[in-house]
């Protein structure tokens, strides 16, 4: 063989090993790290929870997750940063009910839109939240509240995060359905709304269960019945809102991870992987419980039809709160 055909030969079959290894200088993703964009404050339970996976994420996912909390206006500030984003699987995102189902449906303008602007990765837990009351009031059960709240000659008071807020359609869903009065109090957070059931200022409200726990130990708050489908190991007496006669309500907290709409499938695939065995540990089921949520991962696709019917669910609730106005009167 003659030096020329030699080299010839070494010269294809170079081209060929770099035709079969990709594009130069392509890495495997991840090659770097990964941001979280979280839409609420620092120190909220969901933030704890993303914190408390990111080194877990990290480990499976050979990068550091690093938190970036973008907070504000229901969440839509935080959805605004994660549909501007670029599209290269290096920056997921924090998802919840007002900022994929309620928003659009609330909010005349949205700089974001939750269908086309954004991939689905994974749901990752319902928030569980208290039905509770004034442990002072005369009712031991959400029979006997409504009961009693029918009877009230003065509305009830219901504390809420202000009008169009979740608490807010869950009040108006309930004096739809029991032909009641009561009105909302618009308090800055489910912490406060605790704090004045406690001291009487108002005479229900219905949060997350982390604001409640301390009053309800200390006796100064009763649970009437909990948000999830199971019972919570916290309250492992108080019934769920379907076994308290409330099951036809839809509303329900909850938070998923999402990325911006072109994001490759393999950065998709690959980050659902990594939360769907963060979120299904042993170890970290029984954190997550503590912190009163009730985990429920999915694939990208089962995300996605939950999205669909839990925008459905979202449209029901608003057609309440737009049909049944009621009397705001203002925090004590």
Known sequence: MSLISCLRR???????A???????????????????????????????????????LSARLGQPVVIENRTGASGIVGAQACARATADGYTACAVYHSTMSFNPLLFERLPYD??????????????????????AMPVRSVAE?????????QGLAFGTLGEGSFPDLLLRWLNSQWGTRMVGVPYRGGGPIALAVAAGEIQIGNMGLGNFMGQIEAGLVRPLAVTTTRRSPLLPTVPTFAEAGLGEYQGRGWWGIAVPRATPAAAVQGLNAAFVAVFGDPRFVTFLERQAVEPFTSTPEEFASFLREDRKAAEALVRIANTRPEVYRPAP
Not at 26 to 31: I, L, S, T
Not at 120 to 131: A, D, G, I, K
Not at 145 to 153: D, G
């Open 114 to 135: 939750p269908v086309a602007d954004f991939a689905p990765v994974t749901s990752l837990f319902f928030l569980t939240e208290v039905m509770a009351v004034n442990a």
């Open 10 to 16: 070494l010269a294809l079959a170079a081209l060929l």
């Open 145 to 153: 509240l409504r009961s009693f709240a029918r009877e009230s000659a």
């Open 18 to 56: 770099l035709s079969a290894a990709g594009p130069a200088g392509a890495q495997a993703w991840p090659d770097r790290p990964i941001r979280l964009l979280v839409p609420i404050a620092a120190g909220s339970v969901t933030d704890v929870i993303l914190r408390a996976a990111a080194p877990e």
